[in-house]
């Protein structure tokens, strides 16, 4: 499956953007989705994880209640709303997806920058 990431920008904080992840090549509905980000001199870090129906979704600590996965198998795109926008929220956000334990394909990254 190849996965492209869009929708990153510039933003102040308590803003709100919403990151897209088109997936084509394969069957989009029986992949997991996730986001991942990585901030300049850190470890990319898991943000938020959604089964591939939907059913279930999983958050970082850092983002629950502010974040918002999901997906429309239809459209085979999966989503991350992103509310209440903090400047350390800024890095380089990712999509992957998998079938089993390993996140085997990723997206470019979109850039995602919030201004105190």
């Known amino acids: 499956v190849q996965l492209q990431a869009s929708g990153g920008g510039l933003v102040q904080a308590g803003g709100s953007l919403r990151l897209s992840c088109a997936a084509s090549?394969?069957?989009?509905?029986?992949?997991?989705m996730g986001w991942f980000r990585q901030a300049p001199g850190k470890e990319r870090e898991f943000v938020a994880r959604?089964?591939?129906?939907?059913?279930?979704?999983v958050y970082a600590e850092s983002v629950r209640g502010r974040f918002t996965v999901s997906r429309d198998n239809a459209k085979n795109t999966a989503y991350l709303q992103m509310n209440s926008l903090k400047p350390e929220d800024t890095a380089l956000y990712y999509c992957?997806?998998?079938?089993?334990?390993?996140?085997?394909?990723w997206g470019q990254g979109t850039q995602v920058t919030v201004s105190s």
């Open positions: 090549g394969r069957t989009f509905s029986s992949y997991e």
């Open positions: 959604i089964s591939w129906s939907g059913g279930v979704t």
């Open positions: 992957t997806a998998r079938q089993y334990t390993n996140w085997s394909y």
